[in-house]
């Protein structure tokens, strides 16, 4: 494998994350940078300079903690402005950030804080100690355990407090040098610590960046995905420092309605489970109005999509636009310019939607191993249904080798660019197994590249499987529309070696009840469950239909499935089914529900 160096990153605007945010605090000193909601439900804001002032009196407080060039700190906490204070203060000690997200395990705690060699960890709350403390005795490397709330000794503000005269200059790492260990889920094994350097976080911030000309000192995002992962770090934390941009945090996903009221973002960094969350609600509630209500609303999309595929303005858009769908964007807080989604592709039919009503979705890809931009769409160069193209100075190469089908047009996706990860942390052979010789990336995803360079998915290898007929099934984005009907709160479709697909339905409990009495089927979802009830029965089988059909639409006879098992128990973090970015976790799934889909199977059909 080839030798890192630094001439990857020549071309780069900075060379590591330190000189990015001092450039920052020299350029946007008086900006405002961070936006948090108080107990009265107002959001404060703190400056540049306010920031960089924490920076340098929590630098040297971690310095005299020990904290010093190659050394670890890790923190668990939920987006905020200690967290990028913290960050920062690491990294201009030529230390190394370890971020882990609050929804998560002890054991993966621990996991991450012995596999790192965690000197200084930093919690929010004192519940997260309580439950951390012990680990001291545990974990020889772990020295201190700071918390961020409250204002005792070993408080993040005490520390502060305490080193207001002290000065210790910022340290330049080398692009090559390490910044972050992210740490991925584990879904098919033990966590893997990826080591980003540098070079690669700078690179990332900047190749999107460059793609968005309407960012601005004026720009304002909406923080609500953690930046304990690659995506949030680096397309919103690192990227705002850029252009002198604010972000203002969500409270609470309770409260993230009224919060986009109050922070009015011009951007917003999202992934397609919220925006298809929007839409049905949206269409769901204009369906429940009826009347005159629901066709001033059908009006106003269809002279929305028309203006948007022609690009001509017609009176009848002006009126309803003013009438309807003004107050579609005033959910979002009334400014929004535009959102950037990843994790999953993009429904087209709603992508079509937020578009022609004036909040363009641009779809992007990567993954945490490339820091983590591979492609995006933008403004100058999108498509519906693609991730965008590869951005500046990355290569996507489709490898048909490893696919095991002689008519597919696709391949596994391996990316070349600045963004590569060094490779995971005391995992030599893992890195060997993921990256390529000429320092390539396996990406383990299935896509394709148009005539015009977009990248399209199609599924990922390792959740592909053949049915008994040989016939080849990518089951995430089967779900993925099947979640697209609002009775649907989750779905997971399973066939691997068998005659057909069976899927597992989450039914949204509000939704299904109101969906039932519209068809004056009158029962408790938990009724439906248990299908004892002849209208439970009943309504099973009509949910059973409309998903088939559903799927009938873009989906092959074989690909839909031909059982179903109910459940209102949805899949969560919380609960180990979804990964922190919303992605089933398919074995812990199979692994619950083995003996219920078993039975799906001694079950006969009905044309048996």
């Known amino acids: 494998m080839q030798e890192v160096t630094n001439d990857i990153w020549k071309d780069n ?57 190659g050394k670890k700190v890790g923190i668990i906490s939920k987006n905020s402005t200690e967290w990028a204070v913290a960050e920062m203060a690491t990294l201009s000690l030529g230390a190394i950030f370890v971020p882990m997200y609050e929804k998560e395990l002890l054991s ?25 403390q012990n680990l001291k ?64 976080l ?18 304002v995002s909406f923080s609500h995905l953690p930046w304990a992962h690659s995506y949030a770090i680096a397309a919103e934390l690192h990227n705002g420092y850029q252009f002198g941009g604010s972000c203002g945090f969500m409270d609470t996903l309770d409260a993230m309605v009224d919060d986009l009221q109050k922070v009015k973002p011009t951007v917003l960094m999202s992934v397609p489970r919220v925006f298809n969350k929007v839409y049905q609600a949206i269409h769901t509630t204009m369906k429940e109005e009826g009347g005159m209500k629901l ?12 203006r948007f595929l ?71 160069a999108y498509r519906f249904g693609s991730v965008g193209k590869p951005v500046e100075k990355t290569k996507v190469v489709i490898d048909k080798s490893v696919i095991d089908d002689e008519n597919s047009e696709d391949g596994e996706i391996v990316v070349y660019g600045p963004q590569v990860m060094l490779g995971y942390h005391k995992k030599p052979e893992k890195t060997k197994q993921i990256m390529t010789e000429d320092r390539g990336i396996r990406t383990g995803d299935r896509g394709k590249l148009d005539e015009d360079g977009f990248l399209f998915i199609t599924g990922r290898i390792k959740e592909q499987y053949k049915l008994e007929n040989g016939k080849y099934v990518f089951p995430a984005q089967i779900e993925e529309d099947i979640k697209l009907l609002p009775y649907i709160a989750n779905a997971f479709v399973y066939g691997d070696g068998r005659q057909y697909n069976v899927c597992i339905l989450v039914l949204d409990a509000e939704n299904i009840t109101s969906w039932a009495a519209e068809m004056q089927i009158n029962l408790d979802p938990e009724e439906l469950l248990t299908g004892l009830s002849k209208s439970g029965a009943v309504l099973k089988k009509i949910v059973a239909d409309e998903v088939s059909k559903h799927l009938m639409q873009k989906y092959a006879k074989y690909e839909i499935p031909k059982k179903y ?16 970015t919303m992605k089933v976790k398919r ?18 059909l009905k044309s048996e």
């Open 13 to 69: 605007d900075y060379r590591n994350l330190v000189e990015l945010f001092e450039t920052a605090l020299k350029k946007f000193s008086n900006n405002r940078l961070f936006g948090t909601k108080n107990s009265q439900g107002i959001y404060e804001w703190v400056t540049y300079a306010e920031v960089g002032e924490r920076v340098k009196n929590f630098r040297s407080g971690l310095a005299t903690l020990g904290i010093s060039k």
């Open 108 to 132: 993966m705690w621990e996991y991450v804080i012995k596999d790192a060699e965690i000197e200084v960890l930093i919690v929010r709350t004192g519940q997260i100690y309580e439950k951390v």
């Open 137 to 200: 005795d545990k974990i020889p490397t772990l020295k201190h355990i700071i918390i961020v709330e409250g204002n005792n000794d070993n408080s993040m503000q005490n520390i502060e407090l305490k080193q207001v005269k002290k000065t210790i200059d910022p340290i330049y790492p080398e692009p090559k040098e390490v910044a972050v260990i992210i740490y991925t889920s584990g879904t098919t094994g033990d966590p893997k610590g990826v080591l980003l350097s540098h070079g690669n």
């Open 202 to 219: 700078c690179f990332a911030s900047q190749a999107g960046y460059h793609l968005y000309p309407n960012l601005t000192e004026q720009t």
């Open 295 to 306: 066709k001033l609303f059908n009006a106003a999309v269809e002279a929305a999509k028309e």
């Open 310 to 380: 022609t690009g001509k303005t017609s009176f009848k858009y002006k009126i309803l636009d003013k009438m309807v769908l003004d107050k579609i964007r005033e959910k979002f807080g009334g400014r929004l310019e535009m959102a950037l989604t990843a994790s999953a592709k993009m429904n087209e039919e709603i992508a079509l939607f937020f578009y022609s009503i004036g909040i363009p979705t641009y779809d992007a890809y990567g993954m945490t191993e490339t820091s983590p931009v591979v492609t995006m769409n933008a403004p100058d």
């Open 565 to 580: 098992l109910f459940t209102t128990e949805d899949f969560t973090v919380e609960n180990r089914k979804l990964t922190q």
């Open 587 to 604: 074995r812990e799934i199979l692994s619950e529900y083995k003996e219920e889909i078993e039975e799906l199977y001694t079950l006969p």
